[in-house]
């Protein structure tokens, strides 16, 4: 509500109508790590149904302010499909109700991303399944499109899944500090550069650059 109220304003200032997209929180289970979960009812991220019901309520007859389409974003790393379809299941439930509630029609729903990569051994889904998925619920044929009688634009954020694995990170190797139990590489990179290992445990591989010149020093 408070961002709605500041977007309003400034909008008025400028004499321009916002167009806007809501956040639905599904308060659904990712199945991921807790501190890449964002789609729980716990999470800070999103609107519940009901606060989307009161900033319509609020907001929907400003002349500054346009509401084109609803969004949802329930996690990051997601290594199984079932999470996005209970997600996507939602969604539709939460569209039909809003639109026939309000008689707004939403232009586009945004779906969000989150689709796991393989970093060890996780699963993880392929782009077919999650395709899939999308057209069941949300395609030419798909559920939303038999509830309401016609065509929706579909955004999602594959992110993750596009460009976990294009780069790298070069680091060199200073010092070897020895300990008792394991010894630890000083290197000239930090958490700064790669941070999720010590957020929530990820996994990074580590391969030597030279090949031949690693195995040199530690024959």
């Known amino acids: 509500m408070t961002e709605l109220s500041v977007i309003e304003e400034e909008a008025a200032r400028l004499d321009r109508t916002a167009r806007i997209c809501l956040r639905l929180n599904p308060d ?22 009901a606060d989307v019901f009161l900033a319509l309520s609020h907001f929907r007859l400003s002349p500054h302010l346009r509401f084109r389409g609803l969004s949802i974003h329930i996690g990051s790393q997601l290594t199984k499909i079932s999470p996005l ?11 039909v109700r809003i ?3 309000f008689l707004i029609g939403f232009e586009s729903i945004d779906l969000g991303g989150g689709l796991g990569v393989r970093y060890a051994r996780e699963p ?4 077919e399944e999650y395709c899939r998925l999308i057209g069941r619920y949300f395609g030419p044929k798909g559920i939303l499109k038999h509830r309401m009688g016609r065509p929706y634009g ?14 790298i990170l070069v680091t060199r190797v200073m010092a070897r500090k ?3 139990e394991k010894d630890f590489l000083v290197t000239d990179a930090g958490m ?10 990820s996994t990074h591989g580590i391969v030597a650059v030279d ?9």
């Open 28 to 49: 659904v289970n990712p199945q991921t790590h807790p501190y890449v979960s964002t789609g729980l009812r716990e999470n800070k991220f999103g609107l519940t149904e």
């Open 85 to 95: 379809r209970e997600a996507f299941n939602k969604l539709v439930d939460s569209v």
């Open 99 to 101: 639109e026939k509630k």
């Open 124 to 127: 993880e889904p392929t782009i």
């Open 154 to 167: 579909v955004v999602i954020e594959p992110g993750r899944k596009i460009s976990a694995n294009a780069g």
């Open 178 to 180: 020895q300990r008792p």
């Open 192 to 201: 700064n550069d790669l941070l999720r290992p010590a957020l929530y445990g």
């Open 211 to 219: 090949q031949e010149r690693y195995r040199e020093r530690i024959v």
